[in-house]
């Protein structure tokens, strides 16, 4: 799948405008509201947007670069700790620290830049936080050592440690602000866009490509949601590695409603990958449905049901979302046969006409 197209987004890393960005848009449809300008920078002010106040876009017209759609996407940056910054800055002197993005599941996260002028992610986890770091490490240098840029799997470039912190860099998703760092996720993708039935089946197996990869290496994510989907380098993404394990390892961690009802049933041989699975389940009943809330699940309006393939859709979410193991797929390769037989069949009915 192929968005950002160079003929579309102005690729400027150099002034961190890693997507072509819309401030001034931004600020002028503020304006328009009687909204002041200062809230567009302000934590506490501002909120995610009413899906219902904001007209969606197409994923066909944002995957375009088409004008005025990106403005939804606007929210602001958390700050650091000031105090820590000089002392982040002296032990990794190879980097050069350009903007603070946030509080990740277990460490925070800048855009820096390397020595070689490239605009990469760096994650920071203090050493000081010995639960987090023991769980993120272990993922990440199995991850690390099994993982080559395989192309819906985020690339690890580096994993290094200072006196005071644990760190290790990565690619970093696509933003749609120049201002600001807003990762282009599937997440914020569902509150501000319309997916067609082609479009779900589309994003789930490039989602399935990646996991498919992941599992014959070994590894289970566990964390399969839309926050952990993003668009790098033109593809979609699987991200967030920090509770990657072996896929014989049973855990429980996770994110509510992504997780299958009978986890404390499903062998622990079958329990990572079976979890994974569940959850790509989930989010393409999120595209299918148009949907942002996985707790609406399994409605569904009729009227996006009457297309064939659409129907062959929540068929197959009926049955990698059910409530037992043993009637959800096996693995990842027999998801995607699935998804192709229905594409398939639903061309197939087409050309009858």
């Known amino acids: 799948m192929k968005i950002f197209k160079p003929d579309s987004v102005e690729i400027v890393a150099e002034n961190l405008k890693l997507c072509a960005g819309k401030k001034y848009s931004v600020l ?17 002010a501002s909120r995610r947007p009413k899906p219902q106040k904001i007209p969606k876009t197409s994923w066909q017209d944002f995957s375009a670069g088409k004008e005025g759609i990106r403005d939804n996407f606007f929210s ?29 599941r277990f460490g925070h996260v800048w855009l820096v830049k390397d020595l070689s002028e490239r605009i990469i992610a760096l994650k920071l986890i203090r050493k000081t936080d010995i639960r987090n770091l023991t769980t993120e490490k272990a993922g990440l240098t199995a991850y690390h050592s099994k993982i080559r840029n395989f192309e819906h799997l985020i ?12 760190y290790y860099t990565m690619e970093a998703a696509y933003s749609i602000s120049d201002e600001v760092y ?8 569902l509150w501000n866009c319309t997916f067609s039935p082609q479009d ?55 994110t509510e409603f992504f997780m299958p009802p009978d986890i404390k049933n499903i062998p622990d041989d079958r329990s ?28 569904m309006n009729l009227w996006i049901l009457c297309s064939k393939l659409a129907r062959n859709l929540n068929r197959i979410i ?9 009637s959800r797929y096996p693995d990842a390769g027999e998801f995607i046969r699935e998804l192709n037989r229905a594409e398939s069949a639903s061309r197939k009915f087409f050309g009858r006409f």
């Open 28 to 44: 002028n449809s503020m304006i328009e509201k009687d909204i002041p300008p200062t809230r567009v920078l302000s934590a506490a």
């Open 76 to 104: 602001p940056n958390e700050t650091f700790p000031r105090e820590e910054i000089a002392k982040i800055r002296v032990q990794l002197s190879d980097f050069t620290f350009v903007l603070y993005c946030g509080r990740g």
């Open 155 to 166: 690339q690890i470039y580096h994993i290094g440690q200072t006196q005071d912190f644990f």
């Open 182 to 189: 807003i990762p282009v996720t599937l997440d914020k993708l």
């Open 200 to 254: 779900s089946a589309d994003i789930t197996t490039d989602i399935l490509l990646g996991l498919q990869e992941l599992h014959s290496c070994g590894l289970s994510h566990r964390d399969i949601k839309p926050d952990n989907i993003a668009i790098i380098n033109n593809q979609i993404k699987i991200t967030d590695v920090s509770l990657i394990s072996g896929s014989g390892r049973k855990s429980f961690s996770g």
């Open 272 to 299: 990572g990958n079976d979890c994974d699975l569940f959850a790509t389940g989930k989010i393409l009943y999120l595209l299918l449905a148009n949907e942002n809330n996985v707790c609406k699940f399994p409605q």
């Open 318 to 326: 009926n049955k990698a979302c059910h409530p037992e193991y043993t």
